[in-house]
């Protein structure tokens, strides 16, 4: 999933044990696998806030 130059998401994601092993060891969310629950969350609420096709608009 790309995002904007230096966008910051913010927001809830999904508790997924996998995030909080990478956290443990200090590695970003990003080498999660496309079908993580955390990454498909992410995905919900960018969509949702009209950063990515499919969902509202940004106001």
Do not use: C, N, W
């Not at 998401?9 to 969310?29: C, F, H, M, N, S």
Request: charged share 30%; net charge negative; aromatic share 4%.
């Amino acid at each position: 999933m790309e995002l904007p130059g230096g966008m910051e998401v913010l927001g809830l994601v999904p508790q997924d044990a996998e995030v909080e092993e990478l956290d443990r060891k200090g590695l970003t969310i990003f080498h999660l696998r496309r079908d993580s629950p955390a990454l498909l969350g992410v995905e919900g609420l960018l969509r949702r806030m009209g950063y990515l096709p499919g969902g509202g608009g940004r106001e």
